[in-house]
């Protein structure tokens, strides 16, 4: 045996799996929101390959060092014993260094995974030593409100939270977002966003509209998703998933920029009465803040196009197009 402890003998040991603590919260854990039943088909077909390690932790029982997936895997299958190798003498640190590079070796992990590690690290390891070396090899930058987000990620008590950025349900910015909300405001925009399958644009843009709702109208984000209009649409059974996204967000942008979306749908509406050659469109700046309008013509050649101005020079409605503010009354 070495001074940094070693795995005892040549050959696995049987261990009760009642004597192993297995558990999420173990200090070398780093899975979570796995299926272990494709791995335990494949032990059931092949047998064991490489047995998990083990280390005693003074209670009669072991924690896991590595292999916390194929425990899980041999208890679906039934095993009363597993064959294991037992760590001696090895300090925590080197336990948790074994499993890490075990498991890089052979998968890439989730974001709840990579702050759990950075979390067990974090208690052997100074922080500079995780910014230099083991953020970079989790394939993170190195920055404080990096670790700041992974490390909120694992004191987030929620499991289903959890879950949904483990499966990449709730994208990272949504994800920060939604954490440093109240338990439950962050439990109902987690379900809407899952339920409906936002994609990561429109997650960002509910969140920041409900925020922006939420603050204007002094009314909580629940409050906002339970009023009429949207509970209406949410629940509706004629409308798909993508048409109540787009009526959520259309509702909510009407809620919070009412004047943009009045002028928004005047502007299209003195379009639509223009009779414009085919290929021709006009387009308006974002939010109407940038100043003039953009007229683009598709032609084929100059006669083509000699054709579509002429058509346009004698189109009486182009007068009537105006800034669309004009008429719209100030809130």
């Given at each position: 045996?070495?001074?940094?402890?070693?795995i005892?003998g040549?050959?696995?040991?049987?261990?009760d799996?009642?004597?192993?603590?297995?558990?999420?919260?173990?200090?070398?854990?780093?899975?979570?929101?796995?299926?272990p039943?494709?791995?335990?088909?494949?032990?059931?077909?092949?047998?064991?390959?490489?047995?998990?390690?083990?280390?005693?932790?003074?209670q009669?029982?072991?924690?896991?060092?590595?292999?916390?997936?194929?425990?899980?895997?041999?208890?679906?299958?039934?095993w009363?014993?597993?064959?294991c190798?037992?760590?001696?003498?090895?300090?925590?640190?080197?336990?948790?260094?074994l499993?890490?590079?075990?498991?890089?070796?052979?998968r890439?992990f989730?974001?709840?995974?990579?702050?759990?590690?950075l979390?067990?690290?974090?208690?052997?390891?100074?922080?500079?030593?995780?910014?230099?070396?083991?953020m970079?090899?989790?394939?993170?930058?190195?920055?404080?409100?990096?670790?700041?987000?992974?490390?909120r990620?694992?004191s987030?008590?929620?499991?289903?939270?959890?879950?949904?950025?483990?499966?990449?349900?709730?994208?990272?910015r949504?994800?920060?977002?939604?954490?440093?909300?109240?338990?439950?405001?962050?439990?109902?925009?987690?379900?809407?966003?899952?339920?409906l399958?936002?994609?990561?644009?429109?997650?960002?843009?509910?969140?920041?509209?409900l925020?922006d709702?939420?603050?204007k109208?002094?009314?909580?984000?629940?409050?906002i998703?339970?009023?009429?209009?949207?509970?209406?649409?949410?629940?509706?059974?004629?409308?798909?998933?993508?048409?109540?996204?787009?009526?959520?967000?259309?509702?909510?942008?009407s809620?919070?920029?009412?004047?943009?979306?009045?002028?928004?749908?005047?502007?299209?509406?003195?379009?639509c009465?223009?009779?414009?050659p085919?290929?021709?469109?006009i387009?308006?700046?974002p939010?109407?803040?940038?100043?003039?309008?953009?007229?683009?013509?598709?032609?084929?050649?100059g006669?083509?196009?000699?054709?579509?101005?002429?058509?346009?020079?004698?189109?009486?409605?182009?007068?009537?197009?105006?800034?669309?503010?004009?008429?719209?009354?100030?809130?």
């Open positions: 045996m070495t001074k940094m402890g070693s005892a040549d050959s696995p040991r049987k261990v799996i009642r004597n192993i603590d297995d558990g999420p919260g173990g200090p070398y854990c780093m899975s979570f929101n796995f299926d039943g494709p791995l335990a088909d494949a032990i059931r077909r092949a047998g064991l390959i490489n047995s998990p390690v083990l280390k005693e932790n003074g009669d029982k072991f924690d896991v060092v590595a292999g916390y997936r194929r425990i899980h895997a041999m208890k679906l299958l039934g009363n014993k597993i064959p190798r037992i760590v001696s003498g090895l300090p925590p640190l080197k336990c948790l260094l499993n890490l590079y075990d498991n890089l070796s052979v890439t989730n974001d709840v995974e990579k702050a759990m590690i979390n067990r690290l974090l208690t052997w390891v100074s922080k500079e030593e995780l910014f230099k070396v083991y970079p090899l989790l394939g993170l930058p190195s920055h404080e409100p990096v670790l700041k987000y992974y490390l990620i694992e987030e008590p929620d499991e289903d939270i959890r879950k949904a950025i483990a499966d990449g349900v709730v994208c990272t949504a994800a920060r977002m939604l954490l440093e909300m109240d338990g439950h405001v962050k439990s109902r925009l987690c379900d809407l966003i899952q339920s399958k936002f994609n990561t644009n429109y997650q960002i843009q509910l969140i920041e509209l925020i709702i939420s603050h109208e002094k009314r909580s984000i629940p409050d998703i339970d009023s009429p209009g949207l509970k209406d649409i949410i629940a509706s059974d004629r409308m798909n998933n993508p048409q109540k996204i787009n009526a959520i967000l259309g509702t909510l942008r809620r919070r920029f009412p004047r943009l979306v009045q002028a928004e749908e005047r502007f299209k509406q003195m379009v009465r223009l009779d414009l085919e290929g021709v469109s387009r308006r700046p939010f109407f803040e940038a100043p003039g309008y953009r007229m683009e013509v598709f032609f084929e050649n006669k083509e196009l000699e054709r579509k101005i002429e058509h346009l020079l004698h189109e009486k409605n182009l007068a009537t197009l105006r800034d669309p503010w004009e008429k719209i009354p100030h809130a």
